[in-house]
């Protein structure tokens, strides 16, 4: 790959700013059937997901419907020093939107560890490739987050943010599935 990670980012940014709110709002609905079809996901008891921002495929779809199955989520909180706290989704809970522009909900802290007891953790990536490397936007919050979670991971992306490849460095940590408008993509 010959583009470097700051240009792809730029890219995608400006692709996913052009996307409609309809298209947006589809592509949400879409990408939550898509991952309740998930058999790891649908027999998990606690699911860990985010909070997305305008820019990223929506969640509050998939999230609404992982409750209605009786599945907890769990949602991350940013802190200070690049590292992600853990919290028990309310939807009843006031959300504040931290000065990275992700809303966060107040609640009690499960700690970093509360991972282990999730079936599945579901991220945002910017862009996944097919060998399963996932660009976020650059600050490594979840890449210290799941460095040595077992559980799989899923990284939920537009249509047009699945690529061939990826630039990406030894430390990024891969995901085993992504899931578009379009369906499940597993990593061989």
Not at 31 to 44: D, K, Y
Not at 53 to 76: N, R
Not at 117 to 126: E, K, M, Q, R, S
């Amino acid at each position: 790959m010959t583009q470097d990670k700051a240009q792809v980012r730029a890219d995608l940014l400006a692709r996913g700013r052009a996307m409609t709110t309809s298209a947006r709002a589809d592509a949400a609905e879409a990408i939550a059937l898509h991952v309740l079809a998930v058999p790891v996901v649908s027999r998990a008891r606690r699911v860990a997901c985010y909070l997305s921002m305008p820019s990223e495929p929506g969640t509050a779809p998939l999230i609404a419907a992982l409750i209605d199955h009786g599945i907890e989520v769990v949602v991350p909180l940013s802190l200070a020093d690049h590292s992600l706290e853990w919290v028990a989704h309310d939807p009843a809970a006031l959300l504040v939107v931290n000065p990275l522009g992700i809303p966060e909900p107040d609640g009690p802290r499960l700690g970093a560890a509360a991972l282990d007891t999730c079936g599945a953790v579901i991220v945002p990536a910017l862009a996944v490739d097919h060998t399963g490397h996932r660009l976020g936007r650059g600050a490594g919050y979840y890449d210290r987050a799941l460095a040595g979670v077992d559980r799989p991971v899923c990284a939920l992306v537009f249509t047009h943010e699945l690529l061939p490849e990826v630039p990406h460095e030894p430390h990024d940590v891969p995901v085993q599935m992504a899931v578009t408008p379009d369906g499940l993509f597993r990593v061989p």
